[in-house]
């Protein structure tokens, strides 16, 4: 009897394990990295850097690897219109502030370097998909960590939500 109790525990045990373990693998492919975040950002500059109406048009869409997960990058012009996001282009983001206070635009265009990535935090509600692939905010605000550059005339960034 003790042999069966033990043998039924340990496989309640790695049961346990297996479905706590996919379930903390599903959302960590939910959700973009900071790696994953800093690699579609440069990716996203070559193409600007090449023809910023082919990739202005590509990030609108969210294609060409644009949406990925939670991840999306995003461009302002120098007056803070934002000129690439897959739900705000056409957006004055110039006086726009997070909940949390950060004057995101504004410190942006300010900051940007043409050399490095700089680095923002603020808070802001998590990009989720629909179940057609389309981009929508998800209504539960986050810390959100975006790196920029200046790109020409404009600052490109992609951010995104750490871990809580």
Do not use: W
């Amino acid at each position: 009897m003790g042999k069966i109790i033990k043998k039924s525990t340990m496989v309640l045990t790695l049961f346990c394990l297996a479905f706590s373990s996919s379930f903390a693998n599903k959302k960590a492919n939910t959700f973009g990295s900071e790696k994953e975040a800093k690699q579609m950002l440069e990716r996203a500059i070559r193409i600007v850097e090449s023809n910023p109406t082919v990739a202005f048009a590509m990030i609108n869409v969210g294609q060409g690897g644009f949406h990925v997960k939670d991840l999306y990058p995003f461009c302002v012009d120098n007056k803070g219109i934002m000129v690439a996001h897959p739900t705000l282009a056409g957006t004055d983001m110039s006086n726009f502030v997070s909940s949390d206070g950060v004057k995101v635009a504004q410190i942006m265009l300010q900051n940007a370097k043409t050399k490095t990535f700089s680095k923002i935090s603020y808070n802001l509600s998590r990009i989720v998909s629909t179940p057609n692939g389309l981009p929508v905010p998800s209504g539960k605000e986050s810390k959100k960590i975006s790196f920029y550059k200046k790109v020409g005339n404009y600052v490109c960034a992609t951010g995104f939500h750490p871990s809580s």
